[in-house]
């Protein structure tokens, strides 16, 4: 069996391709409504599931002059095919055959074949006997020159790493705290006499009651 692509002509003008098989194996073409099949389209999807409602013979249907299938896709919908584009689902009766083209493995293993002819034509790298692994050795101006700028700023620094230390005499003096006691600072007498009277007198407004006074409406 073989996955053709067709062109899709209305007019004279292709619109699109669409998909049908040829060369189908006979037993592929047995089927009967509410086995499984597999569309052309959907060819390469193994997670989907179809199921054939009904075959129409050539002349019986219409809509389908040269026959057709009627089939229920995985969400209740229907659809309608070609002749040519509906056959057997290979899992069913483990066609095999089938069933490694639909996985593409021929395709897979050509390709598979196709990388490993070019990895085989790339040019081995020459080993160097005796050479040692990593950064080249530096030149030796360059050599040179590096342990004379490091020389130079060991002298500079004194040989210390890092900021000089400042000679800057800086004087901490330690913050001085008032002395007594912690807390809220304590009232004048002034302010005490106030609150006082002012105690005194809402007494004596109240008569020695607390809370708000009751209402003389009736």
Request: some cysteine.
């Amino acid at each position: 069996m073989k996955v053709k692509e067709n062109d899709f002509m209305v007019g004279g003008s292709k619109l699109g391709t669409y998909l049908s098989y040829t060369d189908v194996e006979p037993e592929l073409m047995v089927m009967k409504p509410g086995d499984r099949v597999l569309p052309a389209p959907f060819f390469y999807e193994k997670n989907l599931w179809f199921h054939l409602i009904r075959q129409y013979a050539p002349g019986e249907n219409r809509l389908f002059p040269n026959g057709g299938f009627e089939v229920r896709d995985g969400g209740g919908g229907v659809r309608n095919y070609d002749n040519d584009q509906v056959c057997l689902h290979p899992a069913i009766i483990k066609h095999k055959k089938t069933l490694d083209k639909m996985l593409r493995r021929a395709e897979k293993a050509q390709a598979a074949r196709e990388r490993a002819a070019k990895r085989g034509s790339k040019p081995k790298k020459e080993k160097v006997e005796g050479g040692r692994r990593g950064r080249p050795a530096l030149d030796p101006a360059v050599k040179a020159a590096r342990d004379a700028a490091k020389v130079e700023r060991s002298t500079r620094s004194g040989g210390k790493r890092g900021r000089p230390a400042s000679t800057v005499v800086r004087v901490v003096s330690a913050e001085k705290k008032p002395a007594g006691k912690r807390g809220r600072p304590a009232l004048t007498q002034a302010v005490i006499t106030q609150r006082a009277t002012q105690k005194a007198a809402t007494r004596v407004r109240t008569g020695g009651k607390r809370g708000r006074p009751k209402s003389n409406r009736r």
